[in-house]
């Protein structure tokens, strides 16, 4: 899994709900999205939950979003897993060409997938945020308890005011580490419970939402 994108930056917040693209800072809001398209692209990915060739990025129409997709992203306990079956994590180093005289914040992160745990299983799904020569790293964890058999759905928010933007002017990549981790915990050694971030039917995506505002004229 690799491919490239241009991203300047300090670091990601995360916001509730899918930010508006059509507000103006003046008002205490975002511009609009650069009428150029961004450029992302996945520089490096590593991890055990994503070997090479498993993952995608894609952009969404509006500049606002983008999407990475998993088909290969499972941690699993009890039964006949292998030791090291119950943690898998995909780091992304992306690289995202942002237009000139815009800068960007990661304002909200959505994640999906699927989970069958049981009575007495646990399982987590965690997130980790942070630019390229940062000493800032943002952590986002979501615990699953069985019995579970569902789909799930966990987001990562802060609020407007705390949304940090990437510096204007300067190109850095984006890192974010996502794990999956899955503990028979009181359950039943012998059987099996798993969590994943994909689907038989069709891969989960996992959504990140971009905020724009304009930079300052130098």
């Not at 809001?29 to 990025?57: H, L």
């Not at 606002?64 to 898998?88: E, H, I, M, N, W």
Request: aromatic share 10%; proline share 6%; glycine share 8%.
């Amino acid at each position: 899994m690799a491919t490239g994108l241009l991203l300047s930056g300090t670091i990601a917040a995360l916001l509730t709900s899918v930010l508006p693209a059509q507000q103006h800072q003046s008002s205490g809001g975002f511009e609009d999205p650069p009428p150029d398209k961004i450029v992302i692209k996945v520089a490096t990915v590593n991890g055990s939950g994503c070997p090479q060739g498993t993952a995608a990025v894609a952009v969404s129409g509006d500049n606002t979003a983008f999407t990475v997709t998993y088909s290969d992203y499972l941690a699993q306990a009890g039964g006949d897993s292998a030791p090291t079956d119950f943690r898998k994590n995909c780091q992304l180093n992306l690289l995202v060409h942002v237009p000139q005289g815009f800068t960007y914040a990661v304002a909200s992160a959505d994640y999906r997938g699927f989970a069958a745990l049981q009575p007495g299983a646990k399982g987590t799904q965690r997130a980790s945020y942070y630019f390229q020569g940062s000493p800032n790293t943002e952590y986002r964890t979501h615990p699953f308890a069985g019995p579970y058999d569902d789909n799930w759905q966990a987001t990562d928010s802060t609020d407007w005011a705390q949304l940090v933007w990437a510096p204007c002017g300067v190109q850095r990549n984006f890192n974010i580490n996502t794990e999956l981790r899955v503990s028979t915990g009181t359950s039943d050694p012998d059987q099996v419970s798993f969590m994943t971030m994909d689907s038989t039917d069709g891969d989960i995506s996992t959504v990140y939402h971009l905020a724009w505002k304009e930079c300052p004229e130098s």
